[in-house]
């Protein structure tokens, strides 16, 4: 029996099943996503997104679904299901007896004597998704048809009807291809055995997603539909539908789509699931290897970047060579000491004043895996100076004032982890000396020089070794506030920010630290009555007037309660480091019990990942993309780490 498994009561209830979706990549930037019973309920949804770089490199929905009907005495039944105004037209997801996330997707109907498997594999490393269809049991002759639902559009937008669509299609062995708007590939849709295309060109309107209109934003859509596939199915037999951007042959899709499901990892537990999920995340195309931050709407971000990457290439499907890669093209895209946060080229943001530092951290985590001191000063020694120097110096809105600190701020700019902004508005701006910059400023500055010294580097040695001592010194009496037991969360020119948030959690868990034990203990117990939950840390305390329990409502709605008590699941991961730090392996079996309650979400809302945040109220619902990727970075991580004292 799979681990991820789903009967027909589940798949049969709409409030049930349609809060579950499922998720398979090409490991090159394409996906595919849908809800358990493939109805979509997002934009994003669809059977092949691919990014399209003729098209400025965004991901685009080109087969939006595929609708199966299966004929016996000339009665057709439509498996497929649409949300339209009101009503679901057809409810196919009646008939589905069972649904299975192993090695891939496999749901499987029952109609009177019928009993019919749909299993869908993405491939990896091309552009390219393949059905297979078996009758397994019939008593009467039987026909397959095949509708192909087409948006043809970028995932962020929507389409509706126009008379700019070309309409027509162009014929192939065993297929047909189309092309709706100039400037797109052709997407060529095949199948392995003799078919008949039935030409019956249409729009199907007013498609709704429901996700999107919860979410605030327009959601309806028309797609266009071609036709359909026909052609007879025997007991017993299978069927192989593709749909590419590449013209295939035919004849080779059966042995192909069993090539490609053989080399598929089993899920066979929790911890199976976390790395699977953790692979898809890296993506390679080309010369570059990258990281998305979250499916199905980020793409790549330089913070989420260094701070997912060692739970996914070294705690999760364990790839110190992937791992590299990323680092590696990620300093091809700096400049004047700061990465790209979102965008590349021209259209580059450097926007994240912790990104540079979370390189440092990224460098540890890589240096406690593979040992290679050397090897790291090497390839990295030259750009990790360059940072350091950059924020000792000045950079863009980021210099290190005379007592050591780094200040940190930018008009109408957020530059931390915290970022939403609102009206052109920061909602928790931060300016100034933020915790976690100057936590993770003293943690890059020590590591650095830790390793100048190792390899006689006295420039650079004699340059920065009194900055440790001048942080350490002025670090607590900036940051501490004795009659709340935590530190400041920023500091201004109008003084301390009381806030409860965990951003002070970096300054315990980081491997330099200028904390004593007594004061991160004294900071632990504060997060821990205020910030815990069973699914991450809340980003602000219910104490706090500003607290917003819920995320939900339209986007500003959620960009307001985005950093303001919502629960990140990310931060887990320091809190679980930091009393690692202070109570070594007798905190163990505690953050066993924090680490592994999420097996309970391995079947909801992003069904086999960790999702981006939850509620910060009771029951902590999880909301934004259903699978991010510095929750399961680390929550993996977290594992590796409880595994290691446990040896102890």
């Not at 048809?145 to 389409?159: D, E, G, K, M």
């Not at 004032?401 to 970022?419: F, S, V």
């Not at 052109?424 to 933020?434: D, F, M, Q």
């Not at 002025?474 to 806030?499: C, I, K, S």
Request: charged content about 20%.
């Amino acid at each position: 029996m799979a681990y991820l498994k789903f009967n027909k009561y589940e798949l049969g209830n709409l409030e049930y099943s349609l809060k579950r979706e499922i998720l398979a990549t090409n490991r090159a930037g394409g996906y595919l996503n849908t809800t358990i019973i493939g109805c979509n309920t997002r934009k994003y949804h669809g059977l092949l997104v691919i990014p399209i770089d003729s098209l400025g490199g965004g991901n685009y929905v080109l087969l939006s679904t595929l609708d199966e009907t299966l004929v016996q005495h000339d009665q057709a039944f439509n498996l497929g299901i649409h949300r339209y105004p009101g009503i679901y037209e057809p409810r196919g997801h009646k008939y589905i007896i069972d649904f299975e996330l192993d090695r891939n997707i496999v749901l499987t109907y029952r109609i009177g004597g019928m009993i019919f498997r749909k299993e869908i594999v993405f491939v990896h490393n091309k552009e390219q998704v393949m059905l297979r269809y078996t009758l397994l049991d019939a008593h009467s002759p039987t026909l397959l048809r095949l509708r192909p639902f087409l948006a043809f559009r970028n995932v962020h937008t929507l389409t509706r009807a126009n008379m700019e669509a070309n309409t027509f299609h162009s014929v192939v062995d065993k297929g047909v291809g189309c092309c709706l708007y100039e400037g797109f590939p052709t997407l060529f849709m095949q199948l392995n055995v003799k078919n008949e295309f039935v030409t019956v060109p249409d729009w199907y309107r007013n498609i709704e997603y429901l996700q999107e209109k919860e979410r605030g934003y327009d959601y309806h859509e028309d797609l266009f539909v071609p036709g359909y596939f026909e052609c007879p199915l025997k007991k017993g037999q299978s069927v192989v539908f593709s749909a590419s951007l590449q013209e295939i042959n035919p004849p080779g899709l059966t042995k192909g789509f069993s090539t490609e499901l053989d080399r598929r990892p089993e899920r066979k537990s929790f911890k199976d699931c976390l790395k699977l999920a953790a692979s898809q995340f890296i993506i390679r195309k080309g010369n570059r290897t990258e990281v998305v931050a979250g499916y199905p709407w980020f793409g790549r971000w330089g913070r989420d970047t260094f701070i997912a990457l060692p739970g996914l290439t070294l705690a999760g499907c364990y790839d110190p060579k992937a791992c590299k890669e990323v680092l590696d093209t990620m300093v091809a895209q700096m400049q004047n000491g700061l990465f790209p946060n979102i965008g590349e080229g021209a259209s580059a943001a450097f926007n994240a004043a912790d990104a540079p530092l979370w390189f440092f951290w990224t460098l540890q985590q890589y240096l406690l895996d593979t040992g290679e001191r050397a090897a790291l000063w090497t390839a990295y020694g030259d750009v990790m100076k360059k940072i350091l120097r950059a924020y000792r110096y000045g950079t863009t809105d980021v210099q290190m004032h005379d007592n050591g600190l780094i200040w940190a701020a930018g008009e109408g700019k957020a530059l931390t982890w915290m970022d939403a902004v609102v009206d052109g508005v920061p909602v928790t701006g931060r300016a100034g000396y933020a915790v976690e910059i100057c936590a993770l400023w003293y943690n890059a500055v020590c590591f650095t020089l830790e390793l100048a010294r190792d390899f006689g580097d006295d420039e650079f040695t004699g340059e920065f070794s009194e900055i440790p001592v001048l942080i350490k010194e002025n670090f607590f009496p900036v940051f501490w506030m004795d009659e709340r037991a935590h530190l400041a969360d920023y500091v201004d020119a109008a003084g301390q920010n009381t806030d409860t948030r965990p951003n002070q959690l970096f300054a315990c868990s980081l491997p330099f630290s200028p904390l004593s034990d007594e004061i991160k203990n004294r900071i632990l117990d504060v997060c821990s009555r205020e910030l815990l939950t069973p699914r991450g840390l809340r980003t602000l305390s219910p104490k706090n007037p500003l607290f917003a329990g819920r995320y939900e409502g339209n986007q500003n709605v959620r960009d307001h309660a985005y950093h303001q008590g919502t629960v990140w699941p990310w931060l887990l991961g320091h809190y679980i480091e930091a009393q690692f730090r202070i109570h070594g392996a007798m905190f163990a079996e505690c953050a066993r019990e924090l680490v592994y309650a999420f097996e309970e979400d391995m079947t909801e809302h992003g069904v086999g990942s960790i999702p981006e945040v939850y509620d910060g109220d009771p029951p902590h619902r999880p909301h934004g993309c259903t699978s991010q990727a510095w929750s399961v970075a680390e929550i993996l991580r977290s594992i590796q780490l409880i595994e290691k004292y446990q040896k102890q």
